[in-house]
């Protein structure tokens, strides 16, 4: 028995539209009908507009003059969506979308200013804690039993040890949020504005520190987890020499402070610890990114000329 083959035709015969659809008509016979959301420019369009269509492409192809639309039979057949029109800003909005990002560049800079402060308030706090203490030691000599007495230096040897770290970790999660924003500001927000105004010399403060002081680790860095430890450990033999002192008769019950006061601070310490780690990994990924910076980029007698960068489209 013979089977009538027939042959694919994949050129345009008719072109309709029917509620929210676009229907295509080959030679063939078949019919292709997809969603005319596809296609936002037709979605968009009068029906007027849809009516005055082309066979081009010889016969492949669709062309609408006055949307400026084109649509291909291979491409219907794949079931393919017209990919979304680049949206392109005028000059007044272009302006207007660079003095956001400047405002927020502004708001940014005000809060690590602003954060910077009271992340030094912080040292003179300290200053003053060590110094209550300092005075309020001897109010112990007042009780007339070594018990209350010993009760009292545990309660303020390691309270004091728990405030202590508290500072450390307080100006330690200010420095991390200091460092976000620099690179947020460096790394995100610098090269959209570049993008914009077709150069990158500005905002170039941050990355002339780097050059001058490359990528070595703040000494405070270390000093926080070090100072932290060095406090917790000179806590645990103060209290060791003052226990060695007491009566043979003390009762576990003075221990068991200082056991919960050596634990807490242990505890702290380790989250001290992580933060130091997180600020380490969070600076050498900021500065990793800004070591790959010319000098002649930031401008100055050797390069007047900004550094022309390839535009790119707000989405």
Not at 186 to 209: C, N, Q
Request: glycine content about 8%.
């Amino acid at each position: 028995m013979g089977i009538l083959a027939v042959a694919a035709d994949e050129r345009v015969a008719d072109v309709s539209f029917d509620e929210g659809a676009l229907s295509v008509r080959l030679k063939d016979g078949r019919t292709i009908s997809v969603p005319l959301a596809w296609y936002p420019r037709l979605f968009q369009s009068t029906a007027e507009q849809r009516r005055n269509w082309k066979i081009a492409g010889g016969g492949y192809g669709i062309h609408w003059p006055d949307i400026d639309e084109d649509i291909s039979t291979e491409g219907l057949l794949r079931g393919a969506p017209a990919a979304a029109p680049e949206k392109r800003l005028n000059p007044d909005q272009m302006q207007a979308l660079i003095q956001l990002h400047c405002a927020e560049y502004q708001a940014l800079t005000n809060r690590n200013t602003y954060s910077i402060l009271i992340q030094s308030s912080f040292w003179g706090m300290i200053v003053f804690y060590v110094t209550l203490i300092v005075l309020v030691w001897p109010k112990a000599d007042a009780y007339h039993s070594w018990q209350k007495t010993d009760t009292y230096h545990s309660l303020l040897v390691w309270g004091s040890g728990v405030v202590l770290q508290l500072f450390a970790l307080a100006i330690g999660s200010f420095s991390l949020e200091q460092y976000n924003n620099i690179d947020y500001l460096e790394h995100k927000l610098s090269p959209v504005i570049a993008s914009m105004v077709l150069t990158d010399s500005f905002w170039g403060y941050e990355r002339h520190l780097f050059l001058q002081r490359g990528n070595h680790e703040p000494w405070w860095e270390s000093f926080l987890p070090m100072g932290a430890g060095a406090v917790l450990v000179a806590a645990g033999i103060f209290r060791w020499f003052e226990l060695q002192g007491l009566p043979a008769q003390f009762s576990f019950r003075l221990v068991a402070w200082d056991v919960v006061g050596g634990v807490s601070n242990a505890l702290l310490l380790v989250f001290v610890f992580k933060l130091r780690r997180h600020l380490n990994a969070s600076r050498k990924n900021m500065t990793a990114k800004a070591s790959s910076i010319k000098p002649e980029s930031l401008g100055g007698t050797e390069n007047t000329q900004p550094r022309q960068v390839s535009a790119v489209r707000e989405p």
